[in-house]
């Protein structure tokens, strides 16, 4: 079993930044395929960010140009830097752990086994 927790969100400006993290525990890899997800209130959730193990890192084209996702693999942590934001990025996030160990993710949330709570993203005008 492993556990997700993210922490970071919060309410920022228009045109701020938020570096949102995820905290990983229990029976935990860092080669597993990590990712971010978000879901907007009457929305479906869908892919921000996922970044192998061992591979490559994806982006959603929304977030390209203004999002990096990094992981600590000592802290068996990961991470969601994101900039410019706008009130269409308000949302709950989601961290997610895949155990498929993909050279390159994939924006499936069947790529996924584990999930975060979800930490709360709002940007004003």
């Known amino acids: 079993q492993v556990r997700l927790v993210e922490s970071g969100g919060g309410l920022v400006q228009a045109g701020g930044s938020l570096r949102l993290s995820c905290a990983a525990s229990?029976?935990?890899?860092?080669?597993?395929?990590m990712g971010w997800f978000r879901q907007a209130p009457g929305t479906v959730r869908e892919f921000v960010a996922g970044?192998?193990?061992?591979?490559?890192?994806t982006f959603a084209d929304s977030m390209k140009g203004r999002c990096t996702i990094s992981r600590d693999n000592a802290k068996n942590t990961l991470y969601l830097e994101m900039n410019s934001l706008t009130p269409e990025d308000t949302a709950v996030y989601y961290c997610?752990?895949?155990?498929?160990?993909?050279?390159?993710?994939?924006?499936?949330?069947?790529?996924?086994?584990?999930w975060g709570q979800g930490t709360q993203v709002t940007v004003s005008s």
């Open positions: 997610a752990a895949g155990t498929d160990r993909r050279v390159v993710p994939r924006p499936f949330e069947g790529d996924y086994s584990y």
């Open positions: 229990g029976r935990f890899f860092s080669n597993y395929t």
């Open positions: 970044m192998a193990g061992i591979g490559s890192s």
